[in-house]
């Protein structure tokens, strides 16, 4: 709706309120309305192209040189968001652990033979791992 109006329009819809009595001063009464001309605008439809998975790739290896999978896209396609994990695995008391670095940087810190505090829980997961200095 754009606008309203007292007086009809060509195309507006007619919006009326309850009738009611109004005194003529002669005795009898005279029940009115009281209406209103909604003017609707045109309107139009249109449609939305949205982004959806087409294809996800994965890749692993090990060493200090990570790389993104290579990717072929066609026409319309597009890279999503990418993430990463890196896994430092530990030997503790001759078991090993998995454990997940925060980033690349504290990855590059999990050399072979370096040494590391570590804090298992109850359950057998590696809560902390800090590098001994």
Do not use: H
């Amino acid at each position: 709706m754009r606008s309203t109006s007292s007086e009809p329009q060509p195309g507006a819809r007619e919006v009326c309120g309850t009738p009611y009595t109004v005194d003529t001063g002669t005795g009898m009464g005279r029940v009115v309305q009281d209406c209103e001309y909604e003017i609707m605008d045109d309107w139009c439809s249109y449609s939305v192209l949205q982004w959806t998975v087409v294809n996800t790739l994965a890749a692993e290896g090990l060493g200090f040189e990570p790389r993104w999978p290579s990717a072929t896209l066609e026409e319309k396609q597009r890279l999503g968001d990418g993430t990463e994990r890196f896994m430092c695995v530990l030997t503790v008391d001759g078991k090993e652990y998995s454990y997940a670095m925060s980033s690349f940087s504290d990855y590059q810190r999990c050399r072979k033979g370096s040494r590391w505090d570590v804090e298992i829980n109850g359950l057998g997961d590696i809560v902390s791992a800090d590098p001994k200095q």
